[in-house]
């Protein structure tokens, strides 16, 4: 059976503008039910500005204890720069990951800098991991559309992968940051993407905006991709998107994979449980677009785990 490759992004795209403030331990707690239900990598943390993202404060106690605890889990951090880069070692951080938008104004909004500046900075970045012997990612966001300046030129999405690979990315994670993209449209670039970079290096990462970030996982699967983003519980959204929804639930596309024959890897029951304890975590209701299905199948299974008992009770 053929495998893909799911990183559950809610430890920190997930969290990441929750206005209920998430304490280590109970993120610590959220990544490792996720590991209890077979996810084998998250995205943990970021090394950003405390004070422009607070959530993410406790960046390298996180890192250190989450080592300890799941010596085994493929866990990656996103870092800004170089700065970002040096805290997230000296944090003990074995993958990191960069961002780069493929819009001069949502580069702007995000991280202050130009396009060209910021492709260097990415650039120097990876470099500058990989001589530390870490692995790497880059996100080359808004690979659809700009909240800001409308549909993105494939020509500027890959400009940034061709430029992230030259640097040594070992992933290059193509975002669809404001969800906005629809097969098609997934169906084409990924097309385009996959004649300068190997569609093995190729992942995606889809948001929910517009209700269809099932069928852009499914139409990133025909074209080859096998590594994709999701959030448990479809926790997320940019903080920097204006109009951004969450992400693609990981309970949806672990449901769709599985029925169409391809391994995860994953127990929808262990991500019930996960986002069980995010629920509590955020004091709101969560989950995909399966989570009223999912809810209703765990309880017929328990009403029949108890239906023996009652029957030979009443014997």
Known sequence: MEAILITDVAPRDGLQNQQIAVSTDDKLRLIELLAQAG??????????????????????????????????????????????LERAHAAGAQEIAVVLSATETMNRKNINMGLAQAVEVSEQTLEAAQALGLRTRAYVAVAFDCPFEGQTALDAVLHCATRMRAAGAGEIVIADTI???????????????????????????????????????????????????ASVGGIGGCPFAPGAAGNLATEDLVLMAEGSGLATGI?????????????????????????????????????????????????
């Open 179 to 229: 969800g906005s993209a629809s097969p098609g449209q997934v169906k084409q670039r990924l097309g385009a993407l996959a004649e300068a970079v190997p569609v093995a290096q190729l992942a995606v990462h889809f948001h929910d905006t517009r209700g269809m970030g099932a069928a852009n996982a499914w139409a990133a699967l025909e074209a080859g991709v096998r590594r994709f983003d």
């Open 267 to 315: 127990a929808l029951p262990g991500l019930l449980a996960a986002v069980d304890f995010a629920e509590t975590l955020l004091r709101r209701r969560l989950g995909g677009r399966s989570m009223a299905w999912l809810r209703r199948q765990r309880l017929q299974g328990a009403a029949h785990a108890r239906a023996p008992a009652r029957q030979e009770a009443a014997a």
């Open 39 to 84: 996810v084998q990598s998250v995205e943990a943390s970021s090394f950003v500005s405390p004070k422009a993202v607070p959530q993410m404060a406790d960046a390298a106690a996180l890192v250190r204890r989450l080592r300890a605890l799941l010596p085994g889990l493929r866990s990656s951090v996103l870092v800004p720069n170089l700065k970002g």
